[in-house]
């Protein structure tokens, strides 16, 4: 028997849509937690990667799909992590 979320996802357009909204919640959470462990506020962390506190901002509440990847980079970087693409 198929749960809700498995007939939810059989959709190939709801799970293209389901993945994106995800990964958009990974990005935002890993920076909230990041920022908290580091006790580092917005405006702090948005003077250290050369960026508006607008941008942690949309970062913060999971609105990353208008953050380009160098400003996202700029923002790990600022939080002391670097981000590796590999090929799967």
């Not at 990005?27 to 580092?40: A, G, R």
Request: net charge positive; aromatic share 10%; glycine share 2%.
């Amino acid at each position: 028997m198929k749960s809700t979320f498995d007939e939810f996802i059989s959709d190939p357009k709801r799970k293209e849509e389901f993945d994106k909204e995800y990964n958009e919640f990974l990005l935002s959470e890993f920076v909230l937690e990041k920022m908290e462990l580091e006790k580092i506020s917005v405006r702090a962390l948005a003077q250290k990667a050369s960026v508006s506190p607008t941008v942690i901002q949309k970062i913060r509440s999971k609105n990353a799909e208008r953050i380009n990847f160098r400003t996202f980079t700029s923002v790990l970087n600022s939080l002391g992590y670097r981000v590796n693409i590999e090929k799967m």
